[in-house]
């Protein structure tokens, strides 16, 4: 893989001189900054490694499928970058394994392909991994049932906790029911125990 690095005066001249010579934009790659000396009394320059995203999935990628071919595991990969964002989907005879229990191991492998990817490039792309269309079924499965049990405390008027979820768990389940009238929604607790509540609006 190419090494690319740029050096300035500045971060926003020399990225841009940067993508000029490669032909892309900002959202089609990943930049590392380092700021160097030059020496006593000389000044500092920004040093640039700027990484096109294509580059990061195919690293990334080809580390997944050695780690998961040391499991004894045959996976097939859909691939796309879209909005800074790179998304692996794999399929395999053994998705069960794949995901593991409550997604543990699909979460697992992404965290190991995150770190490894900072490691390499210096930064942390945003990168997701999926199995078949799992995600998209836990978040329809969160969003249903965020709204039953919106539907019952507006029915008891009894607020209702709902088990620790990340970020952005607790974002879908917000949306789902922000047109509730009677009901609304707080995300309480410190990570890794945040979690929201479903409350009863007060006539």
């Known amino acids: ?15 841009a001189a940067a993508l000029e010579d490669l032909n892309l934009t900002e959202n089609d790659v990943v930049v590392y900054s380092e700021e160097k000396k030059l ?3 000389k000044g500092t320059v920004i040093e640039l490694t700027v990484t096109p995203l294509k580059d990061v999935l195919e ?10 071919k040391s499991m004894g595991l045959n996976v097939t990969y859909e691939t796309k970058i879209r909005e800074k964002q790179i998304q692996i ?34 930064t942390t792309p945003y990168i997701s991994l ?10 329809m499965y ?14 008891t008027k009894i607020e ?17 029911i922000a047109n509730f009238k009677d009901v609304y929604t707080e995300s309480v607790g410190e990570e890794p125990n ?10």
């Open 89 to 122: 989907r794999m399929y395999s005879d053994d998705n069960p394994i794949l995901i593991g229990q409550g997604g543990r191991t699909l979460s697992s492998l992404q965290t190991l392909v995150r770190q490894v990817a900072k490691v390499k490039f210096g």
């Open 1 to 15: 893989m190419e090494v690319n690095k740029y050096s300035g005066k500045d971060y926003d001249s020399t990225l």
């Open 160 to 176: 209702v906790e709902l088990d620790n979820m990340n970020s952005y768990e607790r974002l879908v389940v917000h949306n789902a």
């Open 130 to 139: 999926d199995v078949e269309n799992y995600k998209d079924k836990q978040l």
């Open 142 to 155: 969160l969003e249903k049932t965020a709204r039953r049990i919106a539907k019952e405390v507006s029915r």
């Open 194 to 203: 945040r979690h929201v509540v479903i409350k009863p609006k007060n006539d």
């Open 59 to 68: 690293y990334v990628k080809d580390y997944l499928d050695n780690v998961l």
């Open 39 to 41: 020496g006593l009394f």
